[in-house]
């Protein structure tokens, strides 16, 4: 069919999407648009839905930490938002999530809000300084340490946890001084 | 933001709780643009002087008492007044959430619409008198679905209209269990939108958490006697 005039053709927002999982978590593309409808369609209604129109046209994750483009009309915005809030679950994993930042075109959102990759640095078996847990713990970036329990995930920092026999939290402190 | 016009603070609660330490929470909590955060948890064993200085947030440890009735709640209130900055008492039944508001030495009635609880004028008007703020749960907007979300939200709209006539104070939180279920302001500010609420008032509910952390810091500082009366150094023209 042929393009729409640029007057008739719908405005677009791009919000930038920061997303976070634990380690375990394996999420693509497909079952994020659906849960981003879902919870449009279950926070909105369909004609709130339809007139938001979310539609993910970035999309990447990878080891815990990812982020989306997701596309909403001009004027939506923060209805756009709330919903992106509501979506608490991708297939199961429970997600974090945060809207980084809104521009108008996808280059400008990624530019812009789309800095650090994420990932894990390194994996080590730590302890929970507070109940002597211990489990293999995946440290991030930015000093965050998924650590595996018995009882589950628990989301912890470098802070909490000391590799049993090497070194206490405090040592780990120590470090971010220079 | 100046000592009167607090931030948005958020509380949580903190492993063994929740699934992340008070020092994960705090960490996100700043990434996400909080001033502050409550750790509802007891148990958490929060270095909240250490936290400050390594994420730049106010961390508050708190306690939320979970109890079956009123005379048990009770006793752990007195029990943990003198050590918490913050106090909160779960609400659930209709005797928890009169007995909450009806103490003065409660700081806020947490998730009053859970369970079989219920709400009405009789205790808007008593948390108006005795300060206990009526805690809104933005949390079951978020992650809960269907019928329960619709019961939670039905809570929420009956309970707003009954603080909002009688002015009572009030507090706003999403009550995360992790860094996970965290979001930020803005995003809870848009949500709340959504189910009819106001932006500045939103804000203030969040902020809320953080003026009274700041009063009874106040309070439990050497200098206070009792409201308006305080040990203060002597001025100069004195000596």
Same mark, same amino acid.
């Given at each position: 069919?042929?393009?729409?005039?640029?007057?008739?053709?719908?405005?677009? /927002?791009?919000?930038?999407?920061?997303?976070?999982?634990?380690?375990?978590?394996?999420?693509? /593309?497909?079952?994020?648009? /659906?849960? *981003?409808?879902?919870?449009?369609?279950?926070?909105?209604?369909?004609?709130?839905?339809?007139?938001?129109?979310?539609?993910?046209?970035?999309?990447?994750?990878?080891?815990?930490?990812?982020?989306? *483009?997701?596309?909403a009309r001009h004027g939506e915005v923060e209805r756009g938002r709330a919903a992106l809030a509501c979506v608490d679950a991708v297939d199961g994993h429970p997600v974090g999530m945060r809207v980084r930042g809104v521009s108008g075109t996808i280059r400008a959102g990624e530019e812009s809000y789309l800095g650090d990759a994420g990932g894990f640095g390194d994996e080590s078996t730590v302890e929970l300084a507070n109940d002597g847990a211990t489990g293999t713990g995946r440290r991030r970036r930015d000093g965050a340490v998924d650590v595996s329990t018995p009882s589950g995930y628990v989301g912890a920092t470098d802070r909490d946890t000391s590799r049993p026999g090497r070194s206490d939290p405090a040592d780990d402190a120590a470090s971010d001084d220079n | 933001m100046t000592a009167t016009h607090p931030g948005p603070y958020e509380a949580a609660y903190a492993h063994p709780d929740g699934d992340a330490t008070a020092a994960r929470l705090a960490q996100t909590a700043r990434r996400y643009g909080y001033d502050?955060?409550?750790?509802?948890?007891?148990?958490?064993?929060?270095?909240?002087?250490?936290?400050?200085?390594?994420?730049?947030?106010?961390?508050?440890?708190? !306690?939320? !008492?979970?109890?079956?009735?009123?005379? +048990?709640?009770?006793?752990?209130? &007195?029990?943990?007044?003198?050590?918490?900055?913050?106090?909160? !008492?779960?609400?659930?039944?209709?005797?928890?959430?009169?007995?909450?508001?009806?103490?003065?030495?409660?700081?806020?009635?947490?998730?009053?619409? +859970?369970?079989?609880?219920?709400?009405?004028?009789?205790?808007?008007?008593?948390?108006?008198?005795?300060?206990?703020?009526v805690e809104f749960d933005l949390g079951s907007a978020l992650r809960e679905s269907g019928g329960q979300r619709v019961r939670a939200l039905k809570g929420l709209r009956k309970l707003r209209e009954i603080v909002g006539y009688y002015d009572a104070p009030y507090v706003v939180s999403a009550r995360p269990t992790s860094h996970l279920e965290l979001r930020s302001p803005r995003e809870l500010?848009?949500?709340? +939108?959504?189910? &009819?609420?106001?932006?500045?008032?939103?804000?203030? &509910?969040?902020?809320?958490?953080?003026?009274?952390?700041?009063?009874?810091?106040?309070?439990?500082?050497?200098?206070?006697?009792?409201?308006?009366?305080?040990?203060?150094?002597?001025e100069e023209d004195d000596r």
């Open positions: 069919m042929k393009h729409l005039p640029k007057h008739l053709r719908p405005r677009w /927002r791009y919000l930038v999407v920061g997303l976070e999982a634990w380690p375990d978590a394996d999420i693509s /593309r497909g079952p994020f648009q /659906r849960e *981003v409808w879902y919870a449009a369609q279950n926070l909105l209604g369909d004609p709130g839905s339809a007139d938001a129109d979310l539609t993910v046209v970035r999309f990447r994750f990878e080891e815990g930490t990812g982020a989306a *483009v997701v596309r | 502050g955060l409550v750790i509802r948890t007891r148990e958490a064993d929060v270095d909240a002087g250490a936290l400050r200085e390594r994420y730049d947030v106010d961390v508050v440890p708190a !306690v939320e !008492v979970v109890a079956g009735e009123p005379s +048990s709640a009770s006793g752990a209130v &007195g029990n943990f007044r003198p050590d918490f900055p913050l106090v909160l !008492v779960r609400g659930g039944t209709d005797a928890l959430n009169r007995f909450a508001v009806e103490q003065d030495r409660i700081d806020v009635l947490a998730a009053p619409l +859970s369970g079989e609880g219920g709400f009405n004028h009789v205790l808007a008007k008593a948390a108006a008198t005795h300060g206990t703020r500010v848009a949500v709340g +939108s959504q189910l &009819g609420f106001e932006e500045a008032w939103l804000r203030a &509910g969040l902020a809320e958490w953080g003026r009274l952390a700041a009063r009874n810091r106040r309070r439990r500082s050497a200098e206070f006697i009792s409201p308006g009366v305080r040990v203060d150094r002597c």
